[in-house]
C-alpha cells in the first residue's frame, strides 16, 4: 500500500509540472500576459521548489511565491514585505509533506515579513 502511494505521489507531481509548464505542454501561459521570460522564470521555480513537496498547501503557498517572483524586478521592489514573505516561502516549504506544518511555516515567514 505505501508504495502504490508514493507510485500515486509520483504520477501526481508529473502531472502537475506538466500542467505548469506551458513549454513541456503546449499549454496556455500560467499567468496571462506574462512575457516568455517571465513564464521561463516562473516554470524554473515551480520545477526547482514543488517536485520534493507533497502538500497541497505548500504547493499552493509554492506556486503564488513563484508567480510572485516571476515579475520584474522592478515590481517586487514595490513592496519589500511582500518579496520578504515570498522568499521565505521558497526557502522553508519546499519538502514539507503536511498541510498544517505548511501553514505553520507560511504564517512564520509572513510574521518574519512584516515584522521587520
Given amino acids: 500500500m505505501a508504495v502504490k502511494i508514493t507510485l500515486m505521489n509520483a504520477v501526481r507531481a508529473v502531472w502537475s509540472i506538466f ?10 501561459p500560467l499567468l496571462p500576459g506574462l512575457s516568455s521570460s517571465q513564464e521561463q522564470r516562473q516554470a524554473d521555480c515551480l520545477i526547482e521548489h514543488i517536485r520534493r513537496t507533497d502538500s497541497d498547501a505548500a ?13 520584474p524586478t522592478a ?13 521565505c ?8 509533506d503536511d498541510d498544517r506544518n505548511a501553514v505553520q511555516l507560511a504564517n512564520a515567514c509572513r510574521a518574519r515579513a512584516w515584522a521587520k
Avoid: K
Avoid at 19 to 28: D, F, K
Avoid at 75 to 87: A, G, Q, S, V
Fill in 89 to 96: 516561502i521558497l526557502d522553508v516549504l519546499p519538502g514539507t
Fill in 75 to 87: 515590481d517586487w521592489n514595490l513592496n519589500r514585505e511582500e518579496r520578504d514573505f515570498h522568499t
Fill in 59 to 71: 504547493r499552493s503557498y509554492i506556486n503564488r511565491a513563484c508567480n510572485f517572483m516571476s515579475l
Fill in 19 to 28: 500542467a505548469l509548464c506551458p513549454a513541456v505542454a503546449g499549454a496556455q
